[in-house]
């Protein structure tokens, strides 16, 4: 069986241009004391810099942008406790629309009010026995809200490859790609727009090794659930791949590499140090497969993309400062 | 009286030409959120991008590439517990030169080692009992090594100066400039490239609440001296201004905001959650004078260097965890 892959690269040059002068045309770092590290020309995009601090705003506003004045007026909802949130929060209030928010009922305060700072509304839920997914439709059903999902949808995966397009654009050839994957909307993206482009760039996923669902998949060839991560990557820690990410993923993406939390720890604390940057543990995920030698051999030329940055100093303290 | 000033907008400019390829040419950042918060366009140079983690390799770097090749294979010395010594083994190894540091023997392990690293020797003193220009000079004398001062050099201002000046090529015209100020060699060579380009740009240094040696010896029209500070700020402790710089600071700079440590604290947090930046303390001063109100009125258009960011995980969790 073929068919028309959901996302393609021209999905992901749309999506470059709607965002445009909106979103953030994060830098590419380079760092010579990492180079000699690992013995290797290393690039990272670094999308800590992206508007709310991570990824994605870029999926969010693409599919924002293409909901109609009626869809708009009306407004938007989403469910995450995570930077989805704030992303879809800032993206509607961009274009002029409002944001309904679903949330745990024990989501830290200073993300639910970082959401409410870009003008959303919260409505929470108790996460032990509520269906966040069925709760989010009800809730966009019975108000007439254009449902965002954080990475089940073409035009967020469209979105999130816009990263790996900007790195490309801007260093040109790469021998590969590292990339960290939750639910997978990034890699998805990514692999769209760096296979269209370099069709021999090897796609490099990272995860979490308690959070491996995608590995486990791409081995067994379908979907595989696991039970639920426990990580300090929580943007990673999803239980099974989405359909819609898989079947793109499972097309282009070449190996997934695990690192364990102390590696997470490490390449925070080193980014920190060396590179002066902040990186929230999913976030650090491609960074810590890198030093912590999970990627053998190394590519001579590697792209790594550094996904958020959204953790605050106290967190941090607990995690590096020992 | 009127005296040629010891550093020129030429000299600048020769010293950008020096290290052009072998300094970083750091970014300067924008933050959506900072000019919203102090309601201005605020330009962030960011020298903790620096090559050492610190501004203070421009001006050591300049100042050692002007040194005969005779006087190369000799080597250079310093007196330094701080980036200066870092700055100087590093220039020292990339000109093919060698380093001998002169350092308290309290000095942190990771300080002397990031020397050390670089491939300088390290010669400890007692800070209770020894005078370290004393020592230094000695130690030059009897080995034949050239001293670079940590600021009283003009080659080291000028150096130092290449900042300010890529900045204002990056962004044009600005109100205002403000930096950190601890024995004035930032400062100078700022005030001598901006001035020099932009003779009504109003340069204001800033120095922590209990080190305002600077801020006094321009009120008083010559350098007083203050005891030893006691402030987070360990590279802005200067009990005294250098003579040289000072007499550069006296004609430039038109006036001194006073930060204390939780205001730098506070700076340093800010630009960690929101910027996802690493500072040092003496290198958050300029912002936590902006942030904590210290400029009345804000200027409109305004650059900050930011001069460093060598710190590690650990203090910093110290400092901003709680």
Redesign the interface.
């Known amino acids: 069986m073929t068919s028309t892959p959901p996302v393609g690269l021209a999905d992901v040059r749309d999506a470059a241009a709607r965002i445009d002068g909106i979103a953030n045309r994060t830098?590419v770092l380079r760092s010579?004391t990492l180079d000699d590290r690992v013995g290797a020309a290393v690039f990272l995009k670094c999308e800590?810099?992206q508007?709310v601090?991570a990824f994605k705003f870029r999926g969010a506003y693409n599919a924002v942008s293409r909901l109609s004045p009626e869809q708009l007026a009306k407004g938007i909802a989403a469910y995450s406790s995570g930077n989805h949130a704030q992303a879809v929060a800032l993206a509607a209030r961009e274009l002029g629309s409002s944001a309904v928010i679903l949330m745990p009922e024990d989501t830290p305060d200073s993300k639910r009010a970082a959401a409410v700072g870009y003008g959303a509304e919260i409505v929470t839920y108790d996460r032990y026995t509520g269906d966040r997914v069925a709760l989010g439709e009800a809730l966009a059903r019975d108000r007439g809200l254009a449902l965002i999902p954080p990475y089940e949808h073409p035009h967020v995966i469209a979105g999130q490859g816009t990263a790996a397009l900007e790195l490309l654009e801007e260093v040109g050839d790469l021998e590969a790609l590292v990339v960290p994957v939750g639910g997978g909307g990034l890699m998805a993206g990514s692999a769209t727009a760096a296979k269209g482009l370099l069709p021999r760039i090897r796609m490099i996923g990272v995860e979490p090794e308690t959070g491996d669902d995608t590995r486990r998949s791409l081995a067994a060839g379908h979907r595989v659930s696991i039970p639920v991560p426990r990580t300090i990557a929580d943007g990673q820690a999803a239980e099974i791949p989405g359909a819609l990410t898989f079947s793109v993923n499972q097309r282009l993406v070449d190996e997934i590499a695990l690192v364990d939390d102390d590696e997470i720890r490490a390449a925070m604390?080193w980014a920190?140090?060396r590179l002066?940057?902040?990186?929230e543990p999913s976030g650090a995920t491609a960074l810590a497969a890198l030093l912590a030698g999970r990627l053998d051999p190394v590519p001579a030329r590697i792209g790594l993309i550094v996904s958020g940055?959204n953790i605050?100093?106290?967190r941090?303290?607990?995690l590096?400062?020992?």
């Open positions: 830098p010579r800590n810099f508007r601090g604390r920190f140090e002066k940057i902040v990186i940055g605050d100093a106290r941090f303290a607990e590096c400062g020992a």
